[in-house]
């Protein structure tokens, strides 16, 4: 081969997963070819960005050389075999470190994998390494991350979104093709918003939370990270479906989303637009690229109808008290006697096991899982219990009945997915509050079991990208996807080119190899 | 309103949704410590204020009518799993202790657990 007809790394990390799949079934690229052409890539561009926290180059070629002999001998493992993938550092890997972003468990080695991981390795994909996250996935930034923040490749200045933010930026940097995230109020579609990426929320059970490091049992679930709607179809397909180890999978076959991806028809489908989040609120940008897409829809035969959800503005504060009640109980468990950090308290000659615990607690969480995990214990504490916890309960049936009565109107929900483009590293950092408010759009889909995907829409007035969010009743995430194609169709015949093309050129670490 | 300064444990039964919360500083420390978290003095400073606001808007929930509301508290319907009741491969002892901050004897080895009397 003459150096000339070599594809250059650049060429093959700015490829699709569905491509590159593609690419190495038909043997024009190999495996090892294009894990390799990422790990540079993640080499070149992670001093900046910092999506990753751990990079596994080693068992990422070894899967990659793996997947390469598979196809040699005629397997076909899955249409992404020998694509490699980057994991949100919330799911187990075995062999590789688990961090969920937390102090506490810095070094641990999980010693087995999360059904998520187990399924990525059977269908040949190559783990590049674990991204990025706010701490045990509190946040919206990734700023609450024990190992320093991840950085927006639109501008390095601003926030990737979070908690998935490493996830999200892997994908937007092109140092992966693919990444899992994990979604409880929006984790995975709130950076796919701000980076200008596609994400996934599967239905509730529809994605095993076997070997995710629970955060809110109740509404936690993984999902893709792509820069495509038919990519984030394909990983859902491998990712998603019914498995023994989590007694809240759902027992029935993966909904239809690649058929739905590849088809993207919306012609005669009723698209709800929800008044109580659609306008107030949300920064111009964001209103005119969302009311922009409705009309691309209409244009491709979908029927544009406006449904109200009046018990939606309750959504957040509902949200924030389940979800610190469930941490609180699910974070108990990092008591520093069977794995993770120990520290013994300063000063105590012989401290008992409870000194030892608080110690450990206070050394090893940071200040938003503290301030969680305390507003949770006392959400839940006698005399407290039916005014907090028991009434947030009681509004998320009103949103699940919110829900049921607009899908009897619409067969899927939109809304603008976050309220504001990326913004600056730091700015809300010390104003919990305000962090908070970026959630309003995404968590009645956590708090009702919904599947939402958010799919890239524009670049609103600061140059920055927005993301248009469509919700669809419980197991028919194929809707999501025949929509999210469409409108992912008409927007890439406007545009003439894939948005990640906007962003700007990263620097570029000088490496000699 | 909310707890009583001096009485920093919850009383059953009383709710008073009615009035702003009020979450103090040594109410803060008790939870955290129920919580099982030793904070410092400089995190309670930090950490108080910010909680008090935090609990201001999450006790909004309580300005929905929701009393014959059945309160929802999962997003499926959950049915008992079982599997039958088979031996299989599970951690050896060396993995599960793999990541021990302390071992001993094939087992974890922890603080003390009751006082030095």
């Known amino acids: 081969m003459s150096p000339a007809s070599v594809p250059s790394s650049n060429d093959i990390v700015r490829r699709g997963a569905a491509d590159l799949g593609a690419a190495i079934a038909d043997g024009s690229l190999s495996s090892v070819e294009v894990t390799q052409a ?15 926290l751990h990079v596994d180059a080693e068992g990422a070629l070894a899967a990659a050389r793996a997947a390469d002999e598979a196809r040699a001998a005629g397997e076909t493992r899955s249409p992404l075999a020998g694509v490699p ?24 080695i999980p010693p087995y994998d999360a059904t998520v991981t187990t399924r990525l390795r059977a ?27 991840t950085h927006n490749p639109w501008d390095l200045d601003r926030i990737p979104g979070g908690s998935g933010g490493g996830s999200s930026a892997a994908v937007a940097a092109f140092e992966a093709p693919l990444a899992i995230g994990t979604d409880t109020g929006g984790s995975i579609r709130q950076p796919a918003a701000v980076t200008g990426t596609v994400g996934t929320k599967p239905t509730y059970g529809g994605v095993s939370r076997y070997g995710l490091i629970a955060l809110a049992s109740s509404l936690d679930q993984a999902g893709p990270c792509t820069r495509s709607v038919l990519d984030a179809a394909l990983l859902h397909e491998i990712i998603g479906g019914h498995d023994v180890m989590d007694s809240t999978s759902i027992d029935a076959p993966v909904p239809g989303v690649v058929e739905a991806a590849r088809r993207g028809d919306v012609a005669g489908l009723r698209i709800g637009v929800v008044d109580e989040i659609s306008g107030e609120g949300f920064q111009p940008g964001v209103r005119a690229r969302f009311e922009e897409s409705l009309k691309l829809l209409e244009a491709r035969g979908a029927e544009i109808v406006r449904v109200g959800c009046p018990s939606f503005v309750k959504g957040l504060a509902a949200y924030y008290l389940i979800l610190p009640s469930e941490a609180s109980s699910n974070l108990a468990k990092f008591d520093a006697m069977r794995y993770g950090l120990r520290v013994g308290p300063q000063g105590v000659a012989s401290p008992s096991a409870e000194q030892v615990m608080a110690a450990t607690r206070d050394a090893g969480f940071g200040d938003e899982v503290k301030r969680r995990i305390i507003l949770g214990t006392y959400a839940l504490s006698a ?4 005014a907090y916890y028991g009434q947030a309960q009681k509004v998320r049936t009103l949103i699940a009945r919110d829900f049921a009565a607009a899908f009897e109107q619409a067969d899927v929900l939109v809304t603008p997915t976050a309220p504001t483009t990326a913004f600056k590293l730091g700015e809300k950092l010390d104003d919990p509050m305000a962090m908070y408010l970026n959630d309003v759009a995404t968590i009645p889909a956590n708090l009702a079991g919904v599947p939402g995907m958010s799919i890239p829409n524009g670049l609103a007035e600061d140059g920055l990208p927005t993301g248009f969010q469509i919700l669809a ?34 620097p570029v670490r000088e490496v000699t190899r | 309103m909310g707890w009583g300064t001096a009485a920093p444990v919850a009383v059953e039964g009383t709710h008073r949704l009615a009035r702003m919360p009020e979450l103090s500083r040594a109410e803060v420390a008790h939870v955290a410590m129920l919580a099982r978290i030793q904070l410092s003095d400089a995190e309670l400073d930090k950490l108080a204020g910010q909680l008090d606001q935090i609990v201001g808007f999450v006790a909004t929930v309580g300005e929905i009518a929701a009393d014959d509301i059945p309160p929802m508290s999962h997003p499926l319907p959950l049915v008992n799993v079982s599997r039958p009741d088979v031996v299989r491969p599970s951690l050896s ?14 087992r974890f080895a922890v603080p003390r657990i009751l006082d030095e009397e």
């Open chain 1, 38 to 52: 990422h790990l540079d890539r993640i080499a070149d561009v992670d001093d900046s960005v910092h999506a990753f």
């Open chain 1, 85 to 108: 993938i980057a994991v949100k550092d919330i799911v187990a890997t075995k062999g590789q470190p688990t961090t969920a972003g937390s102090r506490i468990l810095q070094g641990w």
């Open chain 1, 123 to 149: 269908a040949g994909l190559p783990i590049l390494g674990k991204t990025n996250m706010d701490e045990f996935a509190m946040g919206s930034s990734t700023e609450h991350s024990a190992y320093g923040p």
């Open chain 1, 383 to 386: 005399g407290y219990y039916d």
């Open chain 1, 473 to 506: 009743p419980a197991t028919r995430d194929d809707r999501l996807y025949e929509v999210g194609a469409a409108l992912e169709a008409a927007l890439l015949e406007q545009w003439g080119a894939p948005i990640l093309d906007q962003a700007p050129a990263l």
């Open chain 2, 93 to 106: 002892s060396a993995d599960a202790l793999a990541a021990a901050p302390d071992a001993q004897a094939g």
